[in-house]
């Protein structure tokens, strides 16, 4: 999905969630949930845009309407020696697409 097909989405009112995804290394990706489905973000290449903070990620979505937006963080202890090896759920928080300056 590229920018333009996120807002016709989010403009005929089909777009559920977005997800701001923290890769290691400060990289950022961008998926959007619609109609059950994810789709990550891609750049005018088809190729996945990368984003460096939560601020770029909230000026790219500045004109798109208010949907529910999480922050994912993968759990790091999963790949730590010593801890559990059972199922890690990644944090997911909840975030303003409003920019908090």
């Known amino acids: 999905m590229n920018m333009q097909q996120l807002l016709d989405q989010a403009d ?7 997800e701001l ?4 290394g400060g990289i950022y990706l961008l998926q959007a949930y ?22 770029q990620a909230r000026d790219l ?10 922050l994912v963080q993968c759990v790091v202890h999963n790949e730590m020696c010593g801890f559990d090896d059972g199922p890690q759920q990644p944090l997911r928080i909840p975030i303003s697409l409003d920019s908090a300056w």
């Open 61 to 70: 979505l500045e004109f798109v309407p208010r949907v529910p937006f999480h």
């Open 12 to 18: 005929a009112g089909r777009l559920d969630s977005l």
């Open 34 to 55: 619609s109609a059950g489905q994810r789709h990550t973000l891609l750049d005018e290449q088809g190729r996945t845009l990368q984003l460096r903070s939560m601020t």
């Open 21 to 24: 995804i923290a890769i290691e």
